[in-house]
């Protein structure tokens, strides 16, 4: 497998140098639920269409049944069944609601989250063969 990362800010999809690609595999861990509602309800569908036929979507938010806030985050938190409705077209391999623990700020506390993978139905990119990870931790103009 070939995986090429890219650093940036997600919700600003148009400025990354992705459109041009189609992926086989997109994935985010803990990141989607930071882009405001608004935004992702553009995101999503985008991601959707640079993603290859019967590629992977696998994205793990937390949701609004556990409510922690630390370290003066801003989420807008995943209502239940949220991530799940952008893919009414798509094949659901794997969804599930789950509440894990945390002490990241030096409290233990809980965190509700979903979990998803679906699969894409019919080729939106014929092409490449690559995958797309969510993160900007590593990206110097966003720390
Ligand atoms: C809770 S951490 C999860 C990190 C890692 N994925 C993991 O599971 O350990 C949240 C991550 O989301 C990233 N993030 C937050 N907002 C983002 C955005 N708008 N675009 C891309 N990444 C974002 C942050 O940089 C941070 O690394």
């Known amino acids: 497998m070939r995986a090429r990362w890219v650093c940036g800010d997600i919700g600003r999809l148009d400025a990354l140098p992705l459109l041009e690609e189609c ?5 985010s861990c803990g990141a989607i639920h930071y882009v405001p509602r ?3 309800v553009k995101l999503i569908p ?3 269409a640079i993603t290859r036929e019967h590629g992977l979507h696998a994205h793990i938010v937390f949701t609004d049944r556990a409510v922690y806030v630390e370290k003066g985050e801003r989420i807008d938190y995943f209502a239940p069944g949220e991530l799940t409705a952008f893919y009414p077209d798509w094949a659901i391999l ?3 609601q ?3 623990d945390c ?5 233990i506390h809980r965190h509700s989250m979903e ?3 679906a699969r894409s139905p019919a080729p939106a990119h ?3 063969v690559t995958s797309v990870g969510v993160d900007l931790r590593s990206s110097p103009s966003l720390a």
Do not use: H, M, N
């Open 94 to 96: 794997t969804r599930e």
């Open 98 to 100: 789950r509440v894990t």
């Open 46 to 48: 985008r991601l959707k």
């Open 38 to 40: 608004a935004v992702r």
């Open 115 to 117: 979990q998803l993978v």
């Open 23 to 27: 992926f086989d595999l997109i994935y």
């Open 126 to 128: 014929p092409g490449g």
């Open 103 to 107: 002490d990241q700020d030096g409290t």
